[in-house]
C-alpha cells in the first residue's frame, strides 16, 4: 500500500483566516478522498479529488470553503477557508491504489491527520 | 441512516485479557469489509480486509471474522496490550463504487 505524508499535522488558527493542508504519496494514485473527523465521531468524506479534473464533493461540502488541488499522481492539497469555530476538527486524506480492480481488494491508506484548532 | 453500526461504542479491558468487537451492515451490493485501528491523534492504519467469500482473517492478535448472509462481522483481540488502546472502525465498501462506509467506531481502552 502507499505511505502518505501528510502536514501540517495540527495548526491553531484565527477566524476568518486559511489552512491549506497538503499531502504527499509515496506512489502514483488514481483517487485521492479528503475526510473530516469531528471529536468521537467517524470520518465523513468531504470530497474526492483526481488529477487533472475537478473534484467531486459530497452533499454539505462546498467548493468555496474547500478547494482541493491535485496537481499530479502523488500529491493534493484541501484548503479550510474562512475558518469558525465548527471547523475545528481532524480532517484526513486517503489514497486508493491506481487500479481499480486492485483498490476495491487492498486498503485504503490514509495519512496521519491535520489537528484543526479554530480561535 | 449510517449502514455500518458499531458496538460496544466503548470499553476498557484489563491487559492480557481478550475483547471481541461487533460491526453490522446494510451496504448492499457488498464487497469488502475492512477494520481499522486509528490511534489518538492519528490516521487510520488497516488490519484487515475480507471479501464476501471469506468468514475469518487474521492479522497476529486480530482476527476479524465475516457472516455476509447476517451481514456482521467481528474482531477479536487476543491477549491484549496497553498498545491496543485505540478506536477500531468498521468500514465496507460497494460494489462497484470506490467509497467507504465508516462506522462510529469502538474505543477500546486496555488497563494495566
Known amino acids: 500500500s502507499a505511505v502518505i505524508s501528510q502536514k501540517p499535522s495540527r495548526d491553531i488558527c484565527q477566524r476568518g483566516t486559511s489552512l491549506t493542508i497538503q499531502c504527499q504519496v509515496d506512489?502514483?494514485?488514481?483517487?485521492m478522498f479528503w475526510y473530516r473527523q469531528q471529536p468521537g465521531q467517524s470520518l465523513t468524506l468531504i470530497a474526492t479529488?483526481?488529477?487533472?479534473?475537478?473534484?467531486?464533493?459530497e452533499s454539505g461540502f462546498v467548493i468555496d470553503k474547500f478547494p482541493i488541488s491535485r496537481p499530479n499522481l502523488t500529491f493534493s492539497t484541501l484548503t479550510v477557508s474562512n475558518l469558525s469555530p465548527e471547523d475545528s476538527s481532524i480532517y484526513l486524506c486517503?489514497?486508493?491504489?491506481?487500479?481499480?480492480?486492485?483498490?476495491?481488494?487492498?486498503?485504503?491508506?490514509f495519512g496521519s491527520g491535520t489537528r484543526l484548532t479554530v480561535v | 441512516k449510517n449502514q455500518v453500526e458499531q458496538s460496544p461504542q466503548s470499553l476498557i479491558i484489563l491487559e492480557g485479557k481478550n475483547c471481541t468487537l461487533q460491526?453490522?451492515?446494510?451496504?448492499?451490493?457488498?464487497?469488502?469489509l475492512r477494520w481499522y485501528k486509528q490511534d489518538t491523534g492519528r490516521g487510520p492504519v488497516s488490519l484487515t480486509i475480507?471479501?464476501?467469500?471469506?468468514n475469518t482473517k487474521s492479522n497476529g492478535r486480530y482476527t476479524a471474522t465475516l457472516d455476509a448472509d447476517t451481514k456482521q462481522s467481528s474482531l477479536h483481540i487476543t491477549a491484549s496490550q496497553l498498545s491496543d488502546s485505540a478506536s477500531y472502525i468498521c468500514?465496507?465498501?460497494?460494489?462497484?463504487?470506490?467509497?467507504?462506509?465508516f462506522g462510529a467506531g469502538t474505543t477500546v481502552t486496555v488497563r494495566a
Open positions: 460491526c453490522n451492515y446494510t451496504v448492499s451490493p457488498f464487497s469488502n
Open positions: 468500514v465496507v465498501t460497494y460494489s462497484n463504487d470506490y467509497k467507504l462506509s
Open positions: 479529488a483526481n488529477q487533472g479534473s475537478e473534484a467531486t464533493y
Open positions: 506512489s502514483q494514485v488514481t483517487m
Open positions: 486517503s489514497a486508493s491504489p491506481p487500479t481499480g480492480g486492485t483498490a476495491l481488494k487492498n486498503g485504503y491508506t
Open positions: 475480507m471479501t464476501f467469500s471469506e
